[in-house]
């Protein structure tokens, strides 16, 4: 059996790593697989659901079951972001930074004369202020060492030990004003402790985290809408009367009555009656479906006209939308989380930084027992020093302040990006997967030609194209309506749609039909119009209605989907940065190879349903490319997720949108090679950062332990702290360049 976790506790890669390995070994499981940024763990088993829990609990984490919804998909809760826990830090967190810093940058500051002349006092207040801080973040701390305990360190492990040492350290220090007896010797300086540095860490990392965490349920509220597609009830046949039954409660070759204006509840093959069909969550098409005896409906369409019967075919969780759910949300949970550099960098730094501070105690322990020069106090200052210095301050702020800085400025371009991981990818692109309907073109029908016959008159052609066109609500008729304009308009007596061929009504006492070549052929009417001509309307991409009096042919009415007026300037610019473009679709091939070429790009894929789309896209990236996938419809929900990165335009439906890792709020393409390039000198940010970040600890550390004391060159932890203060402004200067992008 399959079951869907929800796991809490989880912070980074490694976290995420460390729970699948737990729950791989327990008795009885076959498969686990972990999601990060769903926080969610699908495990294939025979076991009981409580040995996993178990299995994830013993790991320092928690897990708890996920209940289907009626569709079959189990969909992870909200979650929640931590606002509360980063605005009470910040309450005692940024008086404890001004105590503690601005006498070191100020010589003069406005330090209350209690706190400035009694140096136990000032101590004890900064101590409290950062327990107090440390205590409103315990689960860093709670994580982190248990993460330590079970010999996974992740990068909450090493904050919690860069907090606890600057805490400790402040808490020896007013140990030894204490037992120095200094409590009534005022006007004495106050030696620096590390309490701020505690609270820098806490903070920063709480503001990163509760930004990260209100984008984390984005995905799954795609999840979510998508299944609210299917009803909750359907009307069935039983005992030959009609019932209304919950959708759990219908069975496969059930009769089930659809009517106009209602979705449909089951995929199943009409038995009787005829109707238009709106398969747009499917395939995005905006045009109608006609649906007679035979064909088949899917779930989750919409019967926009006529009635129809249906025999149930497959339902539940069978059914094809209730497999798109579950092919979204298991795309979802194999997308690789963001490859935090930082916290593989932990699994190495942490150990390496504790075993540094270990050996320069005790070494210089040694050298303090057989030296006059050195004392234990110096031994103990060197260890704490380095502690100090290697503090993950400059590492954590070097992708957060990139990061951060970067989605600011794509904001004020209109580019709204919900991740860092979305913008990290964006650096990364190498193809630019595109819908056609609504993304490269316009996304209306809009009539491009009305061709009056040879020794017909025009007027009358389009007197007789409103009169039969205007009863219909069909999109086509809709479209040639609006091309033709306001005019004489007869009525049309008698007016019938002839599905998939045209209409027919009388109209002016003379019978006569507006409708596709095969209606003309059932007619037996003459075309008078060269094949030359219609070809190429065709292969422009046009649909084709021939208006017909009688037995005669007056004239024919071209309708067609035209090309974004951004979307050649868009492909042009992806191509000068590099970047090859594929247009992905439902749409026929004639009309998909058109637009393609019309708009420039690269290749494309034509009669493609949602899954067809994602498959592309897995074979585009199978074949090294990073892919990014620009859709606006439900259809495209699956492609969104299952490409690197999923860029919905904003005019999109809200599922698009909220499966997309980026929406253009501008509502032009132009903004998809802006959101590459600003990607591309995101990542290069991050790699100045962590560079500057680890070469400072390379350079510092060694020094803060003292390697150069024995020459009289020797690095006193409140240096350390300064230095390690210096190293965080330049990453944020450095960051901040990015304010200064250009689309």
């Not at 004495?188 to 609270?199: C, G, Q």
């Not at 903070?203 to 349920?217: A, C, H, M, P, S």
């Not at 550099?341 to 303090?368: C, N, Q, Y």
């Not at 208006?547 to 309708?559: D, Q, T």
Request: aromatic share 4%; with cysteine; proline share 4%.
């Amino acid at each position: 059996m399959k079951t869907d976790f929800r796991v809490k506790g989880m912070s980074c890669a490694a976290c995420s790593a460390h729970v699948e390995g737990a729950v791989s070994h327990v008795a009885g499981v076959s498969r686990a697989s972990v999601s990060l940024l769903t926080g969610t763990m699908v495990v294939e088993h025979e076991c009981p659901t409580e040995d996993i829990i178990a299995a994830v609990k013993h790991a320092g984490y928690s897990a708890s079951v996920i209940e289907a919804t009626a569709a079959g998909v189990a969909l992870p809760p909200p979650e929640k972001t931590s606002w509360r826990r980063l605005w009470l830090s910040l309450l005692f967190g940024l008086p404890l930074l001004w105590l503690g810093m601005m006498p070191m940058l100020w010589a003069n500051a406005p330090i209350p004369p209690a706190l400035r002349e009694n140096p136990i006092l000032n101590v004890s207040v900064q101590l409290v202020l950062a327990l107090i801080v440390a205590g409103i973040n315990y689960r860093y701390f709670k994580g982190g060492f248990a993460s330590l305990f079970h010999r996974a360190p992740n990068m909450d492990t090493l904050i919690a030990l860069g907090s606890a040492a600057a805490i400790l350290q402040t808490a020896g220090v007013l140990v030894m004003l204490i037992a120095g007896g200094h409590a009534s010797h005022h006007g004495m300086s106050t030696p620096h402790v590390y309490a701020e540095t505690a609270a820098m860490i806490l903070i920063l990392v709480t503001l990163g985290k509760t930004l990260e965490g209100r984008q984390k349920d984005k995905t799954a509220a795609a999840v979510r809408a998508l299944a609210s597609l299917a009803p909750e009830t359907a009307n069935v046949l039983r005992d030959g009367k009609e019932v209304t039954l919950p959708l759990r409660e219908v069975v496969v070759g059930d009769t089930v009555i659809l009517r106009a204006g209602e979705r449909t509840p089951v995929d199943g093959t009409v038995l009787t009656g005829t109707g238009a069909v709106d398969e747009s969550t499917l395939t995005g098409e905006s045009l109608p479906v006609d649906k007679k005896a035979g064909d088949t409906v899917l779930c989750g369409c919409i019967l926009t006209s006529g009635s129809v019967t249906l025999k149930a075919d497959r339902v539940g969780e069978e059914t094809s939308l209730s497999q798109t759910i579950r092919m979204v949300a298991g795309a979802v949970a194999s997308k690789a989380p963001l490859a935090r550099i930082a916290d593989k960098v932990s699994a190495v730094f942490v150990p390496a930084v504790l075993g540094i501070a270990l050996v320069t105690l005790g070494v210089w322990s040694i050298v303090a027992g057989v030296s006059d020069h050195y004392t234990f106090t110096d031994a103990l200052s060197h260890a704490i020093a380095v502690l100090v210095i290697s503090c993950p301050c400059a590492l954590g702020l070097a992708t957060p302040t990139a990061i951060m800085t970067a989605t600011g400025r794509a904001a004020e371009m209109g580019i709204l990006i919900k991740s860092a991981a979305a913008l990290e990818s964006l650096g990364r692109i190498t193809t630019v997967a595109l819908d056609k309907t609504g993304t490269v073109t316009e996304g209306k029908m809009r009539l491009t030609a009305a061709i009056t016959a040879p020794g017909a008159d025009e007027e009358a052609f389009r007197t007789l194209a409103r009169a039969l066109e205007t009863p219909s609500g069909h999109p086509i008729a809709k479209a040639i309506c609006a091309g033709l304009g306001e005019g004489e308009t007869p009525e049309a007596i008698g007016f019938s749609a002839m599905e998939g061929r045209g209409v027919y009504a009388k109209v002016n006492g003379v019978k006569c039909f507006a409708g596709n070549r095969a209606l003309l052929e059932e007619l037996e009417i003459e075309s008078p119009f060269p094949e030359s001509e219609v070809k190429a309307l065709l292969e422009s991409g046009s649909t084709i209605t021939y208006v017909c009096r009688g037995a005669e042919c007056i004239g024919l009415l071209a309708v067609a989907d035209g090309i974004r007026e951004d979307s050649r300037e868009a492909i042009s610019e992806l191509h000068k940065i590099g970047v090859k473009t594929l247009m992905l679709t439902g749409d026929h091939e004639i009309v998909a190879k058109h637009i393609a070429a019309d708009a420039g790009i690269d290749g494309y894929a034509a009669g493609l349903l949602p899954a067809d789309k994602s498959e592309r896209i897995e074979a585009e990236k199978g074949a090294g490319e990073k892919v990014a996938m620009v859709g606006d419809g439900v259809n495209d929900a699956l492609a969104l997720v299952s490409a690197d990165v999923g860029i919905a335009v904003g005019a999109g439906t809200d599922v698009a949108i909220e499966s997309a890792d980026v929406v253009l709020r501008r509502d032009t393409l132009t903004s998809v090679p802006t959101a590459i390039r600003l990607g591309r000198a995101t990542v290069r940010n991050i790699h100045e950062n962590l560079f500057w970040a680890l070469i400072y600890n390379l350079v510092c550390i060694p020094l803060a332990a003292g390697v150069l004391a024995p020459i009289g060159f020797s690095l006193p932890p409140m240096v350390g702290a300064l230095a390690m203060s210096i190293s965080s402004v330049c990453v944020v200067t450095n960051a901040l360049r990015l304010r200064r992008f250009k689309a």
